[in-house]
């Protein structure tokens, strides 16, 4: 089945791009190659990285208030 095939279907069944015109052989390639490129990441496996991390939360209406700006 060809990208043009798939985009002939898909404009016969009433679908349209976000911008609202027909589907093209080239859109449907885009589409299925972002998805695979997607897939590929997601399967990737990340090392785990251990780093010395530290927050502080601050209540920033105290800090906003002294300079005499209101929420």
Do not use: C, Q
């Not at 279907?9 to 490129?37: C, D, F, M, P």
């Amino acid at each position: 089945m060809t990208f043009d095939t798939i985009a002939g279907w898909l404009n016969k069944e009433g679908y349209l791009t976000v911008r609202g015109k027909k589907v093209r052989g080239a859109h449907v390639h885009s589409i299925l190659k972002k998805r695979l490129a997607k897939e590929e990441l997601l399967k990737r496996e990340y090392p785990v990285v251990w780093s010395e991390f530290s927050m502080e939360v601050v209540d920033k209406t105290i800090l906003m208030s002294d300079f005499g700006f209101k929420k």
